[in-house]
């Protein structure tokens, strides 16, 4: 079993990488401005998952703090930057 | 760690991958931006949130920390999506295949009906 989950987490890893380049090329040939950002939104939570992988993988608890700070950290940012776009300024 | 929990940890990873392979197919495949939240807004909510209760099951010490992380994925996710697809609306982002509208009708009486519309409030 144990074999069986580790294989299955690195299959993970490896898929999760790949969909992180996907979406890193999304940025680059998005249509618009918002389609760009929520492609670097979605960037940011394939990170995520990435940590939370490598968490899982190498066992040792200090990735759960990384992830936190990521999530909380591009919450903020995303929406700053989607009042920014709508608004045309930022406060 | 028994078979049922690490039976419990294999699923959990394999739905949340699947989520956020579905979701990053949608971000391509959709038309246009609307469509493309809707799909990419299940990547946060389902994938992660997922992975995170994995690591919550795997490793009982850290499991006050993963759970805090899926109640933030849960909140975080969905008002993302909505302050993205305000700034599409306000930007004038039209909607593919769309067979009419009814938000712009709406603010068409609204100005219609009060000759000076008062400015938006900041949201």
Redesign the interface.
Known sequence: MEEILGAVFVIALVAHLLLLGVAAWRVLRGENAVDRLLSVELVSVLALCVVLLTTLITGQSIYVDVALGLAALSFIGTLALAKYLADQRMF | MT?VV??L??IL??I??SF??L??LG??RLPD?YA??HA?GK??VF??AL??A??AL??P??AS??L??VA??VI?GP??SH??A???N??G?PVKHALRDDLAEARRQLSSAQPNPPPDS??
Do not use: F
Request: contains cysteine.
């Open positions: 078979v690490q039976l940890i294999l990873v394999l949340g991958t956020s392979i979701g990053v971000l391509i931006v493309r939240l990419a990547v946060g994938g992660a992975l995170a994995a690591v795997s490793a010490s850290t920390k993963a805090i992380l933030l994925l975080a008002v993302v302050a993205l305000s700034a599409a306000r930007l982002i900041p949201c």
